[in-house]
């Protein structure tokens, strides 16, 4: 059985986990998400539109698949330990995976409305 769940522009996808329990792991993956940020930027990467996807498999192991907003970011390679700490905070959750990937390139457009109300880009 598989299961995805589509919020914003990222999608979480599930083998084996019925609907509502994938449904309360992403409410907590999101949470996670929401404590890392861009040290340059004072919006989370969540809501930055940095993470692109999150795989949960039937054993709850993630692979989360992230970007930058600059390929040249002076944290790009720390950033995906940040994400890697906060998601195996979650209760419940196997290994995780963080991939750093930059196809599609990230754009401004990817920023949710509360991003961009913070940055005061309308």
Do not use: H
Not at 6 to 15: G, H, L, M, N
Not at 23 to 49: C, H, M, N, R, W
């Amino acid at each position: 059985m598989s299961a995805a769940v589509e919020t914003k522009s990222v999608q979480i996808e599930a083998q084996g986990l019925p609907p509502e329990e994938l449904e309360a792991l992403t409410q907590s993956l999101v949470k996670a998400l929401k404590t890392v940020f861009d040290p340059e930027i004072p919006v989370d990467i969540y809501e930055l539109g940095l993470i692109y996807k999150i795989d949960v498999a039937d054993n709850k192991d993630i692979t989360v698949d992230m970007t930058l907003t600059a390929p040249a970011c002076p944290v790009a390679g720390e950033m995906p330990g940040w994400v890697k700490e906060a998601v195996q905070g979650v209760p419940g959750v196997g290994e995780v995976t963080v991939n750093m990937v930059f196809d599609p390139p990230w754009t401004p457009e990817r920023m949710s409305e509360e991003a961009r109300l913070e940055l005061n880009m309308f």
